[in-house]
């Protein structure tokens, strides 16, 4: 079956690509780095600032029954009436400018008393959030424009432009907030009214204010900031999260006070600030789709509802928005980047069944007074079929590929459909495009391999394969990345970005590229760019003129989203392994980073980098096993299977992108991937605490810091894992009978009952011990099992009555408070802020000798699952003199590896140190998880069950069609 998918995969691809293809399908010659590239130079695209007539655009608009139920009148002549209203003098205009047009077009034709349902799914930067911001700005009559969208970077770039023109206010209420700013409000406020003498008062929330110079500020307990203020207390301002209180001498208990959250703190300063401020009517709020949360029997999108004092459904409810109409009767709400994170689908069916309660049922005797838009857009979700499969996948879902017919390369299309969005269906007007900014498109798949010969351990086994990698990979992957680097600065790139999620892996090829012998270039000529570079400095890196004279950006992929680089001509993408759809909806949205506008240094004009000769290059790593005892020809033709299947993939997903057409050779398909669907909880373990302090901890000391400081890091770094390394979770059914495979004495009576010699082939059903509980699923060699209906808790023990314990927990307490409050070092926020939560974990008000002490914490979730090895008894030493069956792990990082990526493939994954001084387990807890079994089961994905898969269905040809 393997080799015939290779001959399958090796059909579907270019010609050009043949030689390269059958090269990697045979069988290595062992010894030495393999590097397979195939080249493509993409041809037929379409450049944004290619031109279009308005008869063509025209001609684009695929009339149907959705399309004139939307406009309610022929949509052909609404978007030329758009297109001469965008540009009158032109009969051919660049692609942007049609793009615009239609979406003018489809919110000038916004009906009264409904919700009228535009999805934007153009190509990055063709300007989805660009059109609907210079509509609003041009309108003078009042409007409520709600923005949502993952990323707090891209929040803040929409009110900055809509609340400032040249730095002077227009006169447009803009509203922001972040769950950061309002856990840090009350103690910035409390350190001003010190400074100023002023009387303190209650402060629970924050919200930053701007496009007016003079603003009435009502008084209650939220804090209205200035952008400037909100950037001081970012940078300087370490909140903490939980208070703390004493059990007994022992015992601390930790939990969270109640904070109102973003979508609360958003409406209620707007109502008041309307209230106080009459003349204003046109406002606009901005917030992270992961506001979005469900809460018992209802979610946060309910506290919108604060946007009013009266409920909808009451008749001063009726009044109270019949006065709102009158002087805001526009409501357009905008969900950007709708697949960047998992809340965004039920994120958007909620806000469609708020928008209804809100607006439309308080009048159903009478004709509501508003306009309301519901604007969905993502880049990723490339045509109708697609967004429309996304949005309704269900409340959850996991990452997937989604696969649509396509109607062949065009750069635009309109066209509608009735998309079920919230309860009911809505006539939906879809704008699409399909371009890319550049003059010329070559692409490199460069396939690395690196050679691994297992070794000896220190007491002289031989490694296993997992080991010898582990021990090789970090080097590997860091020539690699060197050496494609190197690559394109000898062939005079401009300005290099390379893209990966490992934020320590980018400071050490920083290191790499500018020290020793080997060195690339100099230190000012390459930056690193991700959501651990303060704030300050990430603003001035990717803002003219230090962005244009960067030579090498570093970055991930959250650093760069709605980040251009017009200089850039080489990007270079490391693809992970894992995860791999999510990856792969990443890789559509990085390889737009490369556009936009910058200044000519010679005469100070604005120049347009849209038309430079680009290369993208997609780096696959991998390694070749060596040794004697490995029948390297069966493994390399499921491994070179594997690397082929990912490259069809990639570059499937690529023109996908770029043509609207995944350019197979059979098949006109769309091939689309997608994250998953399905919101967190908001629960904040202490284990999160302890995991971002050693992620930052590692990102810091391999950044540009001095010697002294990283040593007070790295010193806090191998103390936490030391005094945090006992973590215990305790489950307590409220049903005493209830049981549980954790339970030792549980599954022994299941295995003795299975494997005594006495057993029945057919045993009795009614055996007590033979009943599996429901809760419980058995997949491959792991158990999982739901604790969905236990009152949990996570607990940290520290055993004081060891000297070194004691001695050391001191020594901890003693960095933490250094890197929190050091005035001498300037450690950033990103650390600062778990170091004082872990500080505030471990310090105890009792004084006094105890034997052991410990810090527990409440898990109020319904969201918990705990999976652990099948047969995990086999692990305890039955020889142990006290009966306390402990065993010893030769590698428990590989346990709680192996064991995490059953129940997920990202996240936080407890115990974060693992120390098991029973037996190998983990932990996920505050949001649900998605077993193979669930997947599997499911006639959603049935493909993902067969052999011959999805993949290789789609390749085939239909010989019929190519007669």
């Given at each position: 079956?393997?080799?015939?998918?290779?001959?399958?995969?090796?059909?579907?691809?270019?010609?050009?690509?043949?030689?390269?293809?059958?090269?990697?399908?045979?069988?290595?010659?062992?010894?030495?780095?393999?590097?397979?590239?195939?080249?493509?130079?993409?041809?037929?695209?379409?450049?944004?600032?290619?031109?279009?007539?308005?008869?063509?655009?025209?001609?684009?608009?695929?009339?149907?029954?959705?399309?004139?139920?939307?406009?309610?009148?022929?949509?052909?002549?609404?978007?030329?009436?758009?297109?001469?209203?965008?540009?009158?003098?032109?009969?051919?205009?660049?692609?942007?400018?049609?793009?615009?047009?239609?979406?003018?077009?489809?919110?000038?034709?916004?009906?009264?008393?409904?919700?009228?349902?535009?999805?934007?799914?153009?190509?990055?930067?063709?300007?989805?959030?660009?059109?609907?911001?210079?509509?609003?700005?041009?309108?003078?009559?009042?409007?409520?424009?709600?923005?949502?969208?993952?990323?707090?970077?891209?929040?803040?770039?929409?009110?900055?432009?809509?609340?400032?023109?040249?730095?002077?206010?227009?006169?447009?209420?803009?509203?922001?907030?972040?769950?950061?700013?309002?856990?840090?409000?009350?103690?910035?406020?409390?350190?001003?009214?010190?400074?100023?003498?002023?009387?303190?008062?209650?402060?629970?929330?924050?919200?930053?204010?701007?496009?007016?110079?003079?603003?009435?500020?009502?008084?209650?307990?939220?804090?209205?900031?200035?952008?400037?203020?909100?950037?001081?207390?970012?940078?300087?301002?370490?909140?903490?999260?939980?208070?703390?209180?004493?059990?007994?001498?022992?015992?601390?208990?930790?939990?969270?006070?109640?904070?109102?959250?973003?979508?609360?703190?958003?409406?209620?300063?707007a109502r008041k600030l309307l209230e106080a401020n009459p003349r204003v009517n046109r406002l606009v709020m901005t917030a992270a789709i992961q506001g979005y949360r469900t809460l018992n029997e209802s979610t946060t999108v309910d506290a919108l509802s604060k946007l009013f004092s009266k409920p909808a459904n009451t008749k001063p409810g009726k009044n109270e928005r019949s006065a709102f109409a009158a002087k805001i009767p526009t409501i357009i709400v905008m969900v950007d980047e709708?697949?960047?994170?998992?809340?965004?689908?039920?994120?958007?069916?909620?806000?469609?069944?708020?928008?209804?309660?809100?607006?439309?049922?308080?009048?159903?005797?009478?004709?509501?007074?508003?306009?309301?838009?519901?604007?969905?857009?993502?880049?990723?979700?490339?045509?109708?079929?697609?967004?429309?499969?996304?949005?309704?996948?269900?409340?959850?879902?996991?990452?997937?590929?989604?696969?649509?017919?396509?109607?062949?390369?065009?750069?635009?299309?309109?066209?509608?459909?009735?998309?079920?969005?919230?309860?009911?269906?809505?006539?939906?007007?879809?704008?699409?495009?399909?371009?890319?900014?550049?003059?010329?498109?070559?692409?490199?798949?460069?396939?690395?391999?690196?050679?691994?010969?297992?070794?000896?351990?220190?007491?002289?086994?031989?490694?296993?394969?997992?080991?010898?990698?582990?021990?090789?990979?970090?080097?590997?992957?860091?020539?690699?990345?060197?050496?494609?680097?190197?690559?394109?600065?000898?062939?005079?790139?401009?300005?290099?970005?390379?893209?990966?999620?490992?934020?320590?892996?980018?400071?050490?090829?920083?290191?790499?590229?500018?020290?020793?012998?080997?060195?690339?270039?100099?230190?000012?000529?390459?930056?690193?760019?991700?959501?651990?570079?303060?704030?300050?400095?990430?603003?001035?890196?990717?803002k003219e003129p230090r962005r244009d004279q960067i030579r090498v950006f570093l970055m991930t992929s959250s650093g760069a989203r709605g980040v251009s680089f017009p200089k850039t001509d080489w990007i270079i993408a490391a693809i992970p392994r894992f995860n791999i759809e999510a990856a792969l909806m990443e890789v559509a949205q990085l390889i737009y980073r490369g556009r936009g506008m910058y200044t000519d240094p010679e005469t100070g004009m604005q120049v347009s980098g849209d038309?430079?000769?680009?290369?993208?290059?997609?780096?696959?790593?991998?390694?070749?096993?060596?040794?004697?005892?490995?029948?390297?020809?069966?493994?390399?033709?499921?491994?070179?299977?594997?690397?082929?299947?990912?490259?069809?993939?990639?570059?499937?997903?690529?023109?996908?992108?770029?043509?609207?057409?995944?350019?197979?050779?059979?098949?006109?398909?769309?091939?689309?991937?997608?994250?998953l669907i399905g919101d967190e909880e908001l629960l904040r373990l202490m284990s999160d605490e302890v995991l971002d302090f050693l992620h930052e901890t590692k990102v810091f000391i391999r950044d540009n810091h001095s010697q002294e400081a990283k040593a007070i890091a790295i010193k806090a770094a191998n103390l936490t894992e030391q005094i945090f390394k006992h973590l215990n979770l305790t489950g307590q059914a409220s049903d005493r009978n209830a049981k549980s495979y954790v339970n030792?004495?549980?599954?022994?009576?299941?295995?003795?009952?299975?494997?005594?010699?006495?057993?029945?082939?057919?045993?009795?059903?009614?055996?007590?011990?033979?009943?599996?509980?429901?809760?419980?699923?058995?997949?491959?060699?792991?158990?999982?099992?739901?604790?969905?209906?236990?009152?949990?808790?996570?607990?940290?023990?520290?055993?004081?009555?060891?000297?070194?314990?004691?001695?050391?927990?001191?020594?901890?307490?003693?960095?933490?408070?250094?890197?929190?409050?050091?005035?001498?070092?300037?450690?950033?926020?990103?650390?600062?802020?778990?170091?004082?939560?872990?500080?505030?974990?471990?310090?105890?008000?009792?004084?006094?000798?105890?034997?052991?002490?410990?810090?527990?914490?409440?898990?109020?979730?319904?969201?918990?699952?705990?999976?652990?090895?099948?047969?995990?008894?086999?692990?305890?030493?039955?020889?142990?003199?006290?009966?306390?069956?402990?065993?010893?792990?030769?590698?428990?990082?590989?346990?709680?590896?192996?064991?995490?990526?059953?129940?997920?493939?990202?996240?936080?994954?407890?115990?974060?140190?693992?120390?098991?001084?029973?037996?190998?387990?983990?932990?996920?807890?505050?949001?649900?998880?998605?077993?193979?079994?669930?997947?599997?089961?499911?006639?959603?994905?049935?493909?993902?069950?067969?052999?011959?898969?999805?993949?290789?269905?789609?390749?085939?040809?239909?010989?019929?069609?190519?007669?």
């Amino acid at each position: 079956m393997t080799a015939m998918k290779m001959i399958l995969i090796q059909r579907s691809l270019p010609s050009d690509f043949k030689t390269q293809a059958k090269r990697l399908a045979e069988n290595p010659t062992p010894g030495g780095h393999l590097h397979f590239l195939f080249q493509e130079n993409v041809k037929g695209f379409y450049n944004p600032m290619d031109e279009v007539s308005k008869a063509e655009a025209i001609a684009a608009v695929e009339e149907n029954e959705a399309l004139f139920d939307f406009f309610g009148e022929n949509p052909q002549s609404q978007i030329e009436q758009a297109l001469n209203q965008v540009n009158p003098h032109n009969e051919k205009i660049p692609l942007p400018q049609v793009h615009q047009a239609a979406v003018i077009a489809g919110l000038n034709a916004a009906q009264l008393g409904r919700i009228n349902v535009i999805a934007l799914e153009g190509n990055p930067g063709i300007g989805k959030t660009t059109a609907v911001m210079q509509f609003i700005q041009q309108r003078s009559q009042g409007f409520l424009f709600l923005y949502l969208s993952p990323r707090v970077v891209i929040n803040r770039d929409v009110t900055d432009k809509i609340a400032r023109n040249n730095g002077n206010t227009t006169g447009i209420l803009t509203l922001t907030s972040n769950a950061n700013l309002i856990v840090s409000a009350p103690k910035w406020y409390e350190q001003q009214a010190k400074q100023n003498g002023s009387q303190p008062r209650r402060i629970d929330s924050a919200v930053v204010v701007d496009g007016f110079e003079r603003l009435n500020h009502p008084d209650c307990s939220i804090l209205f900031l200035t952008p400037e203020q909100e950037q001081e207390i970012d940078c300087n301002i370490v909140p903490s999260t939980r208070s703390k209180r004493s059990l007994n001498e022992r015992e601390d208990s930790v939990e969270s006070p109640h904070r109102p959250g973003v979508l609360r703190t958003l409406a209620t300063s707007a109502r008041k600030l309307l209230e106080a401020n009459p003349r204003v009517n046109r406002l606009v709020m901005t917030a992270a789709i992961q506001g979005y949360r469900t809460l018992n029997e209802s979610t946060t999108v309910d506290a919108l509802s604060k946007l009013f004092s009266k409920p909808a459904n009451t008749k001063p409810g009726k009044n109270e928005r019949s006065a709102f109409a009158a002087k805001i009767p526009t409501i357009i709400v905008m969900v950007d980047e709708l697949a960047g994170d998992g809340a965004g689908a039920p994120f958007v069916h909620k806000l469609a069944e708020w928008l209804h309660q809100q607006f439309l049922d308080p009048f159903e005797t009478t004709p509501s007074p508003f306009r309301i838009v519901l604007i969905v857009a993502d880049a990723s979700l490339s045509n109708e079929v697609v967004l429309n499969s996304f949005l309704n996948s269900g409340d959850r879902a996991p990452d997937k590929v989604l696969i649509s017919q396509s109607q062949g390369e065009a750069p635009f299309r309109v066209t509608g459909t009735y998309t079920k969005v919230g309860p009911r269906k809505h006539p939906t007007l879809h704008v699409m495009t399909n371009s890319y900014p550049a003059r010329k498109l070559d692409i490199d798949y460069s396939i690395r391999l690196s050679p691994v010969t297992p070794g000896l351990t220190s007491d002289g086994t031989k490694q296993t394969i997992r080991q010898a990698i582990r021990e090789q990979l970090e080097d590997q992957l860091l020539m690699n990345a060197y050496l494609e680097i190197e690559r394109g600065l000898q062939q005079g790139a401009e300005q290099l970005i390379f893209f990966a999620q490992d934020k320590a892996f980018l400071r050490h090829l920083q290191d790499k590229l500018t020290s020793g012998k080997d060195a690339l270039v100099n230190k000012g000529q390459v930056a690193v760019l991700d959501q651990s570079v303060p704030a300050n400095k990430r603003l001035e890196l990717v803002k003219e003129p230090r962005r244009d004279q960067i030579r090498v950006f570093l970055m991930t992929s959250s650093g760069a989203r709605g980040v251009s680089f017009p200089k850039t001509d080489w990007i270079i993408a490391a693809i992970p392994r894992f995860n791999i759809e999510a990856a792969l909806m990443e890789v559509a949205q990085l390889i737009y980073r490369g556009r936009g506008m910058y200044t000519d240094p010679e005469t100070g004009m604005q120049v347009s980098g849209d038309y430079k000769d680009r290369r993208l290059v997609m780096l696959i790593n991998d390694f070749i096993i060596e040794g004697e005892d490995i029948d390297r020809k069966r493994l390399w033709l499921r491994q070179s299977s594997d690397l082929l299947t990912l490259l069809v993939m990639l570059r499937s997903t690529i023109h996908t992108r770029i043509k609207g057409d995944a350019g197979l050779k059979y098949k006109r398909i769309a091939f689309v991937p997608v994250g998953l669907i399905g919101d967190e909880e908001l629960l904040r373990l202490m284990s999160d605490e302890v995991l971002d302090f050693l992620h930052e901890t590692k990102v810091f000391i391999r950044d540009n810091h001095s010697q002294e400081a990283k040593a007070i890091a790295i010193k806090a770094a191998n103390l936490t894992e030391q005094i945090f390394k006992h973590l215990n979770l305790t489950g307590q059914a409220s049903d005493r009978n209830a049981k549980s495979y954790v339970n030792y004495q549980t599954l022994e009576a299941l295995v003795k009952t299975v494997s005594r010699m006495s057993s029945r082939l057919l045993p009795s059903l009614d055996n007590h011990e033979l009943q599996i509980p429901d809760g419980l699923t058995c997949i491959g060699p792991f158990w999982i099992e739901d604790w969905s209906d236990r009152q949990t808790e996570e607990i940290f023990s520290f055993e004081a009555w060891k000297a070194d314990v004691k001695q050391n927990s001191s020594r901890l307490l003693g960095s933490l408070k250094e890197i929190a409050e050091s005035k001498k070092f300037k450690f950033p926020s990103k650390l600062k802020r778990p170091a004082n939560e872990l500080y505030k974990l471990l310090s105890r008000e009792q004084e006094g000798f105890v034997i052991e002490s410990s810090t527990r914490q409440a898990l109020k979730t319904k969201n918990i699952v705990i999976g652990l090895p099948l047969d995990y008894p086999l692990f305890w030493d039955e020889q142990s003199e006290d009966d306390m069956r402990q065993q010893v792990l030769q590698d428990p990082q590989a346990w709680r590896s192996a064991l995490g990526r059953s129940l997920t493939p990202q996240g936080l994954i407890i115990p974060v140190v693992p120390h098991y001084r029973t037996f190998p387990w983990v932990a996920v807890a505050g949001r649900r998880i998605f077993t193979q079994l669930e997947t599997v089961f499911s006639d959603r994905y049935f493909m993902a069950s067969s052999e011959l898969n999805l993949l290789n269905t789609i390749l085939l040809e239909d010989e019929t069609e190519n007669k």
